[in-house]
């Protein structure tokens, strides 16, 4: 199979893998430089870069590059490690490069008013493959958005039964209403996405959270949410809020690790709310006086 027909057909079903390369060679190894393996998010591989043990750890190393999406160089000294004295190789030294493979970056954008056309202008540009979903077809156009992959003009409810977002995609809801709001987070909250956004103010998303527990889904499927969605850059205008979405969903596509000023608020009330219920738990009331 052809290792690059397979790497476009892994991106295609929205799948992950690793990339092995040799890079660097020194001496004799079982194998040539720029050989390559792909090894597919299920474990299986196409190509080689020679077999044996080293293969066997940069399997390895390939499962964990494409956890952490990003790339690793391996040095083996084949001379010095006793490892890989398997009677088939001459010694020498190499260097392998492993990259991810990801999958598109599939933003599903709920809503067609302001705020999402400036998230999609942005996101878009950003490297993401937005897909536009609005139940008026005078607001889902093409030409509305030029820069979407895809864009449709369909009842919600139809468009939840219609999509499957994957692991590595994004869920923003920007509708122009609490009730839409309402039912695509219901929907949302129960997919894989990766990420799960919606705009609003901090009473609605309380309102809204609530309601849909109350309804049975669990609390726990509520703390991957982003709500209100953005990093806190103060942004005001439709323009701004767009770049402030799409820092939020940069920031989770590239594994930010420094503190960022996120809109903490929901997860402080909710602990907050928890010391208050343990608090009403614990404390005893006041005895009465027997002397009374």
């Not at 293969?55 to 010095?80: C, G, H, I, Y």
């Not at 937005?130 to 449709?152: K, L, M, N």
């Not at 930010?256 to 343990?278: I, M, V």
Request: net charge negative; proline share 5%; with cysteine.
């Amino acid at each position: 199979m052809d290792i690059y027909e397979q790497i476009v057909e892994l991106r295609r079903q929205g799948r992950r893998g690793a990339v092995a390369t040799i890079v660097n060679v020194r001496g004799s190894i079982p194998s040539f430089k720029t050989a390559k393996m792909l090894v597919r998010d299920d474990g299986s591989i196409v190509g080689t870069i020679g077999g044996g043990c080293v293969e066997a750890d940069v399997w390895q190393a390939a499962r964990e590059v494409m956890e952490s999406e990003k790339p690793r160089t391996l040095k083996f000294d084949l001379n010095q490690d006793p490892r890989y004295d398997t009677g088939l190789i001459c010694g020498g030294t190499l260097e392998i490069f492993v990259e991810p493979v990801l999958p598109p970056a599939v933003l599903y954008l709920f809503g067609a008013g302001h705020v999402a056309l400036s998230v999609c202008r942005t996101a878009a540009g950003a490297g993401f493959e937005v897909i536009v979903v609005d139940d008026r077809s005078s607001y889902a156009t093409q030409e509305r958005f030029p820069g979407a992959h895809e864009v449709h003009a369909l009842d919600f409810d139809e468009a939840m039964k219609k999509f499957d977002p994957s692991e590595s995609a994004y869920v923003v809801i920007v509708t122009r209403g609490h009730r839409d709001d309402m039912r695509i987070l219901r929907w949302a909250v129960q997919t894989r996405a990766r990420y799960v956004g919606m705009i609003g103010s901090k009473r609605k998303v309380i309102e809204i959270s609530k309601a849909l527990q109350g309804e049975g889904i669990p609390a726990n499927l509520f703390e991957r949410v982003h709500a209100p969605i953005g990093l806190d850059i103060g942004a005001v205008t439709p323009e701004e809020i767009g770049v402030a979405i799409t820092a939020e969903l940069i920031a989770l596509r590239r594994h930010a690790t420094s503190a960022l000023p996120y809109l903490s608020w929901f997860k402080a009330q909710q602990h907050d709310a928890d010391t208050e219920r343990e608090n009403s738990v614990t404390t005893e009331p006041p005895k009465a006086d027997s002397k009374h």
